[in-house]
């Protein structure tokens, strides 16, 4: 079974800092997805990043990457420019590669909290 | 387009009854999921559909929990004599399918309260 941990329950930074979230999982699997789902208020998730573990370049969207250690089952998020926006829950999760769908294994959740 | 919707938002019921969670995923979307959310975790999965088939219910906690898909689109989840530790927020998601990875599209979920 794999698991996902975020070690980190809450971090807070002023607005346009740069701030890094930490995940690390544990799987037996070889091929797999990694995802960052943001979930503010609102409750709804929002897709923020994703990344293939078969691909060795990071992925980056806009103000958000993600730094890969895939030896180490490491998947930190890094926010530039941070925003009062980006305030919300942020979730790491897990979903092994496989034809047809598959679940998703989600860390605990860290808050993050944008002080302007 | 419209994304995953699902009602109600709020549902506030008694120990005991039987309650019903609805979930209007993406259009030609064929794979459906139902996650549990309790207080300050992160969700939890409980059953995945592809089309009308349950493919997954592993996640379900105990007989108590239903779940369908008759047409492939719409899903609708089902708690029988609940119970209060049945309070959390039910989140509905939907994808693609045919191939893995795919992203998976979050609804606003739906509060229920067993008081």
Known sequence: AQTVTQSQPEMSVQEAETVTLSCTYDTSENNYYLFWYKQPPSRQMILVIRQEAYKQQNATENRFSVNFQKAAKSFSLKISDSQLGDTAMYFCAFMKRSQGAQKLVFGQGTRLTINP | GAGVSQTPSNKVTEKGKYVELRCDPISGHTALYWYRQSLGQGPEFLIYFQGTGAADDSGLPNDRFFAV????????????????????VYLCASSLSGTGGNTQYFGPGTRLTVL
């Open chain 2, 69 to 88: 898909r008759p047409e492939g689109s719409v899903s609708t989840l089902k708690i029988q004599r609940t119970e209060r530790g049945d309070s959390a």
